[in-house]
Nanobody, 119 residues
Framework: QVQLVESGGGSVQAGGSLRLSCVAS????????MAWYRQAPGKERNFVSV???????TYASSVKGRFTISQGNAKNTVYLQMNTLKPEDTAMYYC?????????????WGKGTQVTISS
């Protein structure tokens, strides 16, 4: 079992910055990178960024150039540095990973951390 715990959310004004953290307990070599998703009220959950097991990042076009994903010294920790924040970045941000267990891939989600950007 993998448990993901996010932190670092908050309320800032447009143009500000926040740094989100996610720590995965139970993370093993059978897990396939770590990702961030976000979900605004009344909308579907959308991909934000992912860092693969080799440390290569991928970003959604809406955050490219403003957000940076990185790993901690231990691969079970991932950060999301968010700069030049916009009101449309307001959402609950979720950490996600996929791990192979008993030959099957299983997706794990954290409970989320709220990010609110005011104009």
């Amino acid at each position: 079992q993998v448990q993901l715990v996010e932190s670092g959310g908050g309320s800032v004004q447009a143009g500000g910055s926040l740094r989100l953290s996610c720590v995965a307990s139970g993370y093993t070599d059978w897990c396939d990178g770590m990702a961030w998703y976000r979900q605004a009220p009344g909308k579907e959950r959308n991909f934000v960024s992912v860092i693969d097991v080799d440390g290569a990042p991928t970003y959604a076009s809406s955050v490219k150039g403003r957000f940076t994903i990185s790993q901690g010294n231990a691969k079970n920790t991932v950060y999301l540095q968010m700069n030049t924040l916009k009101p449309e970045d307001t959402a609950m941000y979720y950490c996600q990973t996929m791990c192979k267990e008993d030959g099957r891939w299983r997706t794990y989600w954290g409970k989320g951390t709220q990010v609110t950007i005011s104009s």
